[in-house]
């Protein structure tokens, strides 16, 4: 979409806006798990977890949205169709770059259960 702009400025822009989104992002979900440490009554932590997971998705979805504004990908993913968030799946990376982890969201939104990174 924006690829009137000069590279650099393309890749100044897209890497403010995810430090932007992180950091933004990242306030309110530590101090919301820090209230879930400090209130671990079963009905306040499945309310708290779903606004975590609300949180990590408004991220993820941010994230996306940035990529296909600032890069031209033709996405080729296969098997998509037979997925589901209602299953587990082992999702392995081999970390050839930090892109790894931003493709792996964005292709697997909503199709799989949050991915987990540890």
Same mark, same amino acid.
């Given at each position: 979409m924006f690829s009137f702009l000069p590279s650099p400025l393309k890749g100044a822009v897209s890497f403010l806006i995810y430090l932007i989104n992180t950091i933004l992002l990242t306030v309110p979900l530590i101090l919301i798990s820090l209230l879930?440490? %400090?209130? =671990?009554?079963q009905p306040v932590v499945v309310i708290l977890d779903r606004i975590l997971m609300g949180i990590a998705g408004l991220w993820i979805y941010i994230n996306s949205v940035?990529?296909?504004?600032?890069?031209? %990908?033709?996405?080729?993913?296969?098997?998509?169709? +037979?997925?589901? =968030?209602?299953?587990?799946?082992?999702?392995?990376?081999?970390?050839?770059?930090?892109?790894? %982890?931003?493709?792996?969201?964005?292709?697997?939104? +909503? +199709?799989? =259960?949050?991915? +987990?990174?540890?």
């Open positions: 879930k440490f %400090i209130l =671990p009554f940035n990529t296909d504004l600032f890069c031209k %990908i033709d996405w080729d993913v296969r098997g998509l169709d +037979k997925l589901t =968030p209602r299953q587990w799946y082992l999702v392995l990376s081999n970390h050839q770059s930090w892109v790894d %982890i931003l493709v792996l969201q964005k292709t697997l939104r +909503k +199709k799989v =259960p949050m991915l +987990k990174f540890f």
